[in-house]
């Protein structure tokens, strides 16, 4: 064979590679090519770091990372690597998580810490050891509002009227209340909201805190 016919076998090759990777996920996920030079060199003179690698960086939430070191390893090994079937499921789990880290950014930027617990509940089902969904997860939710209801009402000295409260939001991490009278001399209120009346003359506010 002639060089010049040898170096155009050689960029038919490096073609193949480049374009043989699924369809669907052409700009969608990392490839190998977002590796440094330093990196790709180190891991063609040690394929076999490339694997553990790729579970070190998936246990780290680092999904990125994870996908281009398994595109990685279907260049070096193809299909026909042992380890091959267990790159594969990583790599299907990479890729959810990758989609569902985006969502969750998204989210937190936002403001909306409710919906991004549960998106962190979706990562760390696929990552338990997600450390940014953990961190999210493990965020309490404050309590924002209380609406009161009634909002006001009248009663005759010895009756009671039983007030109930709603929290916002409804997935507040801490959503106790602790209700107080104004005047106990003219109305008290029981930790469950039952306002008593124990004068005939007066206004008293009972309120949660």
């Given at each position: 064979?002639?060089?010049?016919?040898?170096?155009?076998?050689i960029?038919?090759?490096?073609l193949?590679?480049?374009?043989?990777a699924?369809?669907?996920?052409?700009?969608?996920?990392?490839d190998?090519?977002?590796?440094?030079s330093s990196?790709?060199?180190?891991?063609?003179a040690?394929?076999g770091?490339?694997?553990p690698?790729?579970?070190?960086a998936?246990?780290?939430?680092d999904?990125?990372?994870?996908?281009?070191?398994c595109?990685?390893h279907?260049v070096?090994?193809?299909?026909?690597?042992?380890?091959s079937?267990e790159?594969n499921?990583?790599?299907?789990?990479a890729k959810?998580?990758?989609?569902?880290?985006?969502?969750?950014?998204s989210l937190?930027?936002g403001?909306k810490?409710?919906e991004?617990?549960r998106?962190?509940?979706e990562?760390?089902?696929?990552?338990?050891q997600?450390?940014?969904?953990r961190?999210i997860?493990?965020?309490?939710i404050?309590v924002t509002g209380?609406t009161v209801s009634?909002?006001?009402?009248?009663?005759v000295e010895?009756d009671?009227v039983?007030?109930?409260?709603?929290?916002?939001p409804?997935?507040?991490?801490?959503p106790?209340?602790l209700w107080?009278?104004g005047?106990?001399?003219i109305?008290?209120v029981?930790?469950?909201?039952l306002?008593?009346?124990?004068?005939?003359i007066g206004?008293a506010?009972?309120r949660?805190?």
């Open positions: 064979m002639s060089v010049k016919r040898y170096l155009f076998s960029q038919v090759f490096l193949f590679l480049c374009f043989s699924p369809a669907q996920d052409v700009g969608r996920y990392p190998w090519h977002g590796l440094s990196e790709r060199l180190a891991y063609n040690n394929p770091r490339i694997l690698d790729a579970r070190a998936f246990q780290k939430g999904y990125g990372r994870t996908l281009m070191l595109s990685m279907w070096a090994y193809g299909d026909e690597s042992p380890e079937k790159k499921v990583l790599e299907a789990k959810k998580g990758y989609d569902l880290s985006g969502e969750l950014k937190v930027s403001g810490l409710s991004a617990k998106k962190a509940r990562i760390l089902d696929i990552n338990a997600d450390p940014s969904a961190d997860w493990n965020r309490p404050a209380v009634p909002g006001s009402c009248s009663v010895g009671t039983r007030l109930a409260a709603k929290v916002s409804a997935d507040a991490s801490n106790s209340l107080v009278s005047d106990p001399s109305a008290t029981s930790q469950s909201g306002v008593k009346a124990v004068s005939q206004r506010s009972c949660e805190r």
